[in-house]
C-alpha cells in the first residue's frame, strides 16, 4: 500500500501550510464515496491520475515520498557555531523497526533535532517541519 511510503494527510496539511511548494509524485485527494455522494473520503493519486480525471476541483494536498523531502533538507545546520549534518537511521523500537531522521555532529557526539516515524517520509516530513518552524529552512 502507497500509505508506507508517503506522509499521513496531517502531515500533508501541515507541510503545505508551512510552504511546502515543491512537485511531488503523489498527492492526498477528497473524492466522493462511489455509494453516497454526499461522502467524502481521502485517497493517494498520482498527479498523472489527478491529471487525467475531468474534476480537478477536488481538494489536494501534496503526499511526498521519503526521497522527494529528504533532497530538500540542507545537507547541514549551524546552530551556536556548531555544524550538524543531517542522518538518517534505523532504530529498534518496541520490536519494530522505525526510522530517525536527525542533524548530528561529524562524530555524532551531538545531536541537534531528531524525528522518529514507522515510515521514512514521516520522519523526514517531521523533521522537514521542524526546520521550518525553526527558521534553518527557508521556503
Excluded: H
Amino acid at each position: 500500500m502507497i500509505k508506507k511510503y508517503v506522509v499521513s494527510l496531517e502531515l500533508a496539511k501541515r507541510m503545505e501550510e508551512l510552504g511546502w511548494n515543491k512537485e511531488t509524485y503523489f498527492c492526498w485527494i477528497k473524492i466522493s464515496n462511489a455509494y453516497n455522494n454526499q461522502d467524502y473520503d481521502w485517497r493517494i493519486w498520482s498527479k498523472e491520475k489527478l491529471r487525467a480525471t475531468s474534476d480537478v476541483s477536488n481538494e489536494t494536498y501534496p503526499a511526498p515520498l521519503f526521497a522527494e523531502i529528504w533532497e530538500e533538507l540542507p545537507m547541514r545546520i549551524v546552530n551556536n557555531g556548531t555544524i550538524y549534518y543531517k542522518r538518517l537511521q534505523q532504530i529498534l523500537i518496541n520490536d519494530s523497526i522505525w526510522n530517525r531522521c536527525k542533524y548530528v555532529t561529524i562524530d555524532e557526539l551531538k545531536q541537534l533535532i531528531f524525528k522518529d516515524g514507522e515510515v521514512p517520509a514521516k520522519a523526514a516530513g517531521e523533521l522537514w517541519s521542524w526546520l521550518v518552524e525553526n527558521k534553518y529552512l527557508e521556503v
